[in-house]
C-alpha cells in the first residue's frame, strides 16, 4: 500500500485506519511511504477508500528455474 504524499507524516494513523478497515498491517514504512500487510479480497474496496492511500498493489511472486533447467 503506497501513502498519498499528502499523508506521509501520518502514516500511523494511516495504518491504523487501514487495521479499522480489516487489513492485517505487517510494516509501516513511513519513512518511504509504503505500509505492508494483507487484506481479504473482499475488504480490498473499503482498504483503497481510506484517506492518504494512494495505490494498493497485490503480492507479486516469481519463480526461478532450477539450476539444470534448459532455459535459464
Known amino acids: 500500500m503506497t501513502i498519498a504524499d499528502d499523508h506521509l507524516g501520518h502514516a500511523e494513523e494511516v495504518a491504523a ?19 505492508t500487510g494483507s487484506v481479504n479480497p473482499s475488504e480490498r474496496p473499503s482498504v483503497e477508500a481510506v484517506p492518504g492511500v494512494a495505490g494498493v498493489e497485490e503480492e507479486t511472486t516469481f519463480q526461478v528455474a532450477p539450476p539444470d533447467a534448459e532455459i535459464q
Open 17 to 35: 485506519e487501514l487495521r479499522a478497515a480489516g487489513m492485517t498491517v505487517d510494516r509501516v514504512l513511513g519513512t518511504i511511504g509504503l505500509i
